[in-house]
């Protein structure tokens, strides 16, 4: 992409920095403006990231150099900001969970195809060469055909029911927060075993233990089945710790992805393990040119210069499947959302 995308930041939350700091180290896109429900806080972040700042959302969606949104607000808000950036005509990058639910989540990407704009929802560890090399591996039979795989992501977070993470009406818990990633990456092992991008799971069986006073999963754990043999067992939680880690069992061996999710902080190389019967397994390094959230970045951006109105590291259809996971996953654990 010889002319980089003009970027545009809607919100000025932790994650937004953090994709500005990887945009800034991009190779495809920069910050043109930040939207922000006060203008001190766009001034202030536009003074460490750069760009124009913008005293409301409504102004940067405005912004005429804007091309492409990048939408960091809480889950609530996903799919109203996400609509109107799509109806003024710009391009989509949404963090996840694209929208509260299948049903939502299935406007705003009809939405997107009506208006011809390219909508991404924000699996940022789809985009990192790690997971193209742990996919490579899958097709290239490296350990048999795989029958298993183990995903959980998972913290403990002291319970207030004032924050995202615990609240009701900002659509916290588990499965909502970070459930979507062991989803996500089941699936995509999954497909891979028959070379494809993905594959939606043909029974889904899940739990979850509620916080009696705001009643959102405070963990949750689901058994996945596919139609090609896979099973998968998925967890995750905002009130328990786990390992974060991806296990993928096949019949000639196993891959342990130690860093699954927020793969690269800095530049360090990260590590694929790859048990083939030996008493030490076989670590595979991958090296990463730049952050994760720049890799993201130039995923839209790549898919964007090519013509495609669909990425391909996380395809509509990809995130339209995952979601009706999710939405079995919480209607199985009891989760219900009073303002959703």
Not at 98 to 112: H, I, K, P, Q
Not at 122 to 141: D, S
Request: proline content about 5%.
């Amino acid at each position: 992409m010889s002319r980089r995308l003009s970027w545009g930041i809607l919100s000025t939350g932790r994650i937004a920095g953090v994709f500005a700091r990887g945009l800034a180290g991009s190779r495809t896109g920069r910050l043109v403006a930040v939207g922000s429900r006060t203008l001190a806080s766009a001034q202030a972040f536009a003074a460490e990231h750069g760009g124009r700042a913008h005293s409301d959302y409504e102004a940067l969606i405005a912004d005429p150099e804007v091309e492409a949104v990048y939408l960091a607000t809480p889950h609530p808000l996903h799919e109203r900001w996400a609509l109107k950036a799509i109806a003024a005509g710009k391009h989509v990058l949404c963090e996840k969970p694209l929208t509260l639910d299948f049903v939502s989540a299935r406007r705003v990407v009809e939405a997107a195809r009506a208006r011809n704009v390219l909508l991404m929802e924000g699996f940022m560890y789809r985009c990192h060469p790690q997971t193209a090399r742990v996919m490579e591996l899958i097709r290239a039979g490296a350990i048999g055909r795989v029958g298993l795989v183990q995903a959980a992501f998972g913290f403990n977070m002291p319970f207030d029911a004032g924050r995202r993470f615990w609240s009701n009406t900002l659509g916290g818990g588990g499965i909502l927060d970070v459930g979507g990633y062991p989803v996500s990456w089941a699936r995509l092992v999954a497909g891979a075993v028959d070379g494809l991008p993905f594959l939606d799971p043909v029974k889904i069986e899940g739990a979850g233990v509620l916080h009696p006073q705001t009643g959102v999963d405070a963990y949750a754990a689901a058994l996945l089945t596919f139609s090609n043999g896979v099973i998968a067992q998925v967890s995750c939680g905002v009130g328990l710790a786990q390992d974060n880690v991806v296990r993928i069992y096949g019949s000639e061996g196993w891959l342990l992805v130690p860093s699954p999710y927020v793969i690269n902080r800095d530049l360090s190389p990260t590590r694929i393990l790859l048990h083939r019967g030996a008493a030490k397994p076989e670590e595979l390094i991958v090296t990463p040119d730049r952050l994760l959230y720049a890799y993201e970045a130039d995923a839209f951006a790549d898919a964007l210069a090519a013509g495609l109105r669909d990425a391909p590291a996380m395809a509509c259809a990809d995130t339209l499947g995952n979601m009706a996971v999710l939405d079995t996953w919480l209607r199985q654990a009891g989760v219900v959302y009073k303002d959703s």
